[in-house]
């Protein structure tokens, strides 16, 4: 039987859920029922549009953190607990933005129900979808490829849920929800068509049996090794290269900081006992194992780069999924009261030089302001700094993705 991402979603948020919500809120239960029937399919075109403008990667990387949070196992509770209201809010932002209180006054004025009911129904909704989506991705082994194949798969079930008289399409600034599909549709295509025929292997899709698919896919498979290799010989002299254009550099010979093919989560642990959910050789792991090592000695020319903090187009406003990791490295300079960073900022070549100094200075110090916030004390935190596009090795007119690794942020250890 294929997986209904939708009848998922609806058993987690079953009538016992509702008839609690209904009592904690004050609001009358049919009513609730009714909001329940628009908040699903809102939530799950949020996160296909999300997914469709090109941040499907972190959409995924939420959904299986989200899993193995367990949260999902504690749906039940989230009327009756604040901190875990809280943690669904912050998903919710992640996947709507600055278009929640639309969604939310669509849901309220649709259901007959208060805005802030519908903000927590919403809130419990989300971690509801990203926890089947992560379940189901942890047991198919689903890569961001298989998880827009997967969207794709479900999107005529989730629009059709939508229904009549919620305007979710304004809601999310949208001139229809086929543009939703349509995005999502695009985003698969732009992977290539390799990865199409992949998708023919995801548990619930019809296989097919002749031996023209089997051949075509090893076909696909050799191109993709070609093409990797080629990409990866490049890359290692490019990363080489970069070396000696490392901010605060007096000498060349800072080791490059490298990620995985495969971005396995793994549980970090810090000195205090503390255990963060990383990637394996992101950030986090490299920054702890740095900082536990007495022969690693603090330099300027060795920076980390942080692998999961990305900013909203054009401005140091810092996207809310972003938050996790930047939690996590608070985290460890708590576990580490003796060290202290330094931010430093990045953009790619397009654009003023002048303006992205600025900008990517002002991000830098958004990165450090949100460290704060989440108590980091000054005495840790050895200053912001943006370098523009100076060290950038993408050329203006390169391709988007090209240009992606040149917009990063960074951390310097300069006391352990």
């Not at 999300?50 to 367990?70: C, V, W, Y």
């Not at 194992?289 to 920076?303: A, E, G, H, R």
């Amino acid at each position: 039987m294929s997986f209904n991402l939708f009848d998922s979603i609806r058993g987690f948020l079953g009538n016992d859920v509702i008839d609690n919500a209904s009592n904690v809120l004050g609001e009358n239960e049919g009513n609730m029922q009714k909001a329940v029937s628009g908040a699903i399919p809102a939530v799950l075109t949020g996160i296909m549009d999300k997914a469709g403008s090109g941040d499907a990667g972190n959409l995924l990387r939420m959904a299986k953190e989200t899993f193995n949070s367990g949260m999902l196992s504690n749906i039940g509770r989230f009327f009756t607990d604040n901190s875990l209201i809280s943690r669904g809010t912050e998903l919710l932002k992640g996947i709507f933005g600055d278009r929640l209180n639309n969604v939310s006054n669509m849901i309220a004025n649709y259901a007959g129900i208060r805005s802030g009911s519908a903000t927590a129904l919403l809130s419990a909704a989300a971690p509801a979808a990203l926890g089947a989506i992560g379940s189901h991705a942890s047991s198919t082994n689903m890569n961001t490829a298989g998880f827009l194949s997967f969207l794709n798969n479900q999107k005529d079930n989730i629009l059709n849920a939508v229904p009549p008289g919620l305007n979710l399409a304004g809601a999310l600034g949208l001139s229809s929800l086929g543009s939703v599909g349509n995005r999502l549709t695009n985003a698969l295509s732009g992977i290539g068509g390799s990865i199409k025929s992949a998708a023919a292997n995801q548990p619930g899709s019809p296989r097919k049996t002749n031996w023209f698919v089997p051949a075509l896919l090893a076909l696909a498979l050799i191109a993709l090794i070609w093409l990797f290799m080629g990409k990866r010989g490049n890359k290692d002299k490019n990363m080489q290269s970069s070396i000696n254009m490392r901010p605060d550099s007096a000498i060349a010979s800072a080791p490059p900081v490298t990620y995985p093919s495969t971005r396995a989560s793994i549980m970090v642990q810090l000195p205090n006992g503390t255990e963060i959910n990383a990637y394996k050789g992101g950030i986090e792991d490299q920054l702890v194992k740095f900082l536990n090592d007495p022969s690693q000695k603090v330099d300027k020319n060795t920076w980390f780069d942080f692998d999961n903090v990305n900013f909203e187009t054009g401005s140091a406003t810092i996207m809310p999924e972003s938050m996790t990791q930047i939690k996590n490295i608070a985290a460890i300079m708590k576990a580490f009261p003796h060290a202290a960073i330094k931010i430093g900022g990045y953009t790619d070549k397009t654009g003023n030089e002048s303006s992205n100094q600025k900008l990517s200075k002002a991000r830098a110090e958004a990165v450090s302001s949100a460290l704060k916030n989440n108590g980091v004390p000054e005495s840790q935190l050895a200053g912001a700094e943006g370098y523009g596009s100076q060290f950038a090795k993408a050329a203006a007119d390169a391709p988007d993705d090209e240009r992606k690794k040149d917009r990063r942020m960074a951390v310097n250890v300069r006391q352990k």
